[in-house]
Nanobody
Framework: QVQLVESGGGLVQAGDSLRLSCATS????????TAWFRQAPGKEREFVAA????????YYGDSVKGRFTISKDKPKNIVYLQMNSLKPEDTAVYYC???????????????????WGQGTQVTVSS
């Protein structure tokens, strides 16, 4: 059974940094792609970053390139999202997601992911 539990959200000021964690269990092979999405009030869920299965290659949404970094601590089974130079528009609930059978063209499509965490709120004040 796959479980994803996010933590690390909070209230920060513009320009600050924050690191989100996604504790994973049940991802029994390297064939899972893990990703971060976010959703602001009244908006659709937005792709943030992903670690592609097997290779661990990283992908980022245009709005966070150069500021956010996704990584994985394999022994601890934790996926991190390091967020630097935060902006008020980064305010959202951040979700961790995972899927085993994802194809690359569906990487940024939230409905293609089978497993989700409960989300963690990130609020960036100006």
């Amino acid at each position: 059974q796959v479980q994803l539990v996010e933590s690390g959200g909070g209230l920060v000021q513009a320009g600050d940094s924050l690191r989100l964690s996604c504790a994973t269990s049940g991802l029994t092979s390297t064939s899972y792609t893990t990703a971060w999405f976010r959703q602001a009030p009244g908006k659709e869920r937005e792709f943030v970053a992903a670690l592609w299965r097997n290779t661990g290659r990283t992908y980022y949404g245009d709005s966070v390139k150069g500021r956010f970094t996704i990584s994985k601590d394999k022994p601890k089974n934790i996926v991190y999202l390091q967020m630097n130079s935060l902006k008020p528009e980064d305010t959202a609930v951040y979700y961790c997601a995972a899927d085993q059978g994802l194809i690359l063209s569906s990487l940024t499509t939230s409905r293609q992911y089978d497993h989700w965490g409960q989300g963690t709120q990130v609020t960036v004040s100006s």
